[in-house]
């Protein structure tokens, strides 16, 4: 089968064998594959846990139909339309643990947003509501809005009620389109500009949630623009993973600092998520009220097109392949 392989070399198109549903295992036949910042940085030299050996295939997200089931699976049948988390999913077949399987079922949802919607609804559904203790009525500010997992969590908070909703973004053309989102007030990071503006429109308090997709030096900005016993939730380190932490602020404000990310969860960590976000978002999804929006949709075979329009950081949404 077609596979895109991950080898000294680079990124390759490679002709690899299907693989075999073991126990609790699905055996996917691809129909498209979301690009997340994960497989780009694994592309880069870091680990997350695709698929190792002489054909390491790429892929952490994807969506197809179930064309075969290994042992002690009764949650899904053969036929079945589904989106998939996981690993090695830049494929003609790939393999899912049924656990990380959801059902399409017969909702009007294409196979290109299956593929790419929930990564972003879980992630932050995770940092805004569980992590972050949203309650409604509160303020949000979401650092590095204009990414994928950022506009589906500007999204998500203007649905469960956000009284204020900040966005920021470094790139004036992706600012422009934040509050087609959801953002109240579009923001430029690249300068203190946001900070000021953050306080202005908190009667200096500060917002009641930081999802944080930056990280890096913004780290003490963040504590500076949180109320008192507020949460910053670092989900993304895009401007470094590494900086200067204002240990007396942090102390001073009584904030609450939470990381979080998918690599250290068990599979029932990741049901627990995913259950969470779905009971409480599907619906909005299978109504387009919620959705990632598609930047750019390419044919498997260009899988190292799509991933140097992501590492060019000119893409607005989500960069799909399809198969």
Known sequence: ??????????????????????DGKVLIRVKACGLNRSDLLET????????????????????????????????LSVGDRVMCRGGSGWAEYAIADHRRTLKIGTENISWEQASCVQGALQTMHDAIVTNGRFEK?????????SSG????????????????????????????????????????SGTDQWLDETL?????????????????????KNMSATRVHGYIINVGRLAGMEARFDFNLHAAKRLH???????????????????KANDELWDLVKDNEISSPIDKVYPIDNAKEALDRMNSDSHFGKIILKL
Request: net charge neutral; hydrophobic share 35%.
């Open 137 to 145: 009525g509160q303020s949000v500010l979401i650092q590095g809005a």
């Open 200 to 220: 202005k429109r908190t009667d200096n308090k500060g917002v009641d949630i930081v999802i944080d997709l930056l990280s890096g030096n913004y780290v003490s």
């Open 1 to 22: 089968m077609k596979a895109i392989t991950l080898t000294d070399q680079g990124v390759k198109l490679a002709n690899i064998s299907k693989p075999k549903p073991g």
């Open 257 to 275: 600092y939470i990381g979080t990310t998918g690599r250290t969860r068990s599979i029932e960590e990741h049901m627990l998520v995913a259950r």
């Open 44 to 75: 880069q030299g870091q680990s997350f846990g695709h698929l190792g050996g002489d054909n390491k295939v790429l892929g952490g997200e994807f969506s197809g139909e179930v064309v075969e089931l290994g042992e002690n699976i009764n949650n």
């Open 149 to 188: 997992a950022g506009l589906m969590g500007l999204q998500i908070a203007q649905s469960l009620g956000a009284k204020l909703v900040i966005g920021t973004s470094r790139q004036p053309n992706k600012r422009e389109r934040l509050s087609e989102f959801g953002a109240d007030i579009s923001l430029d």
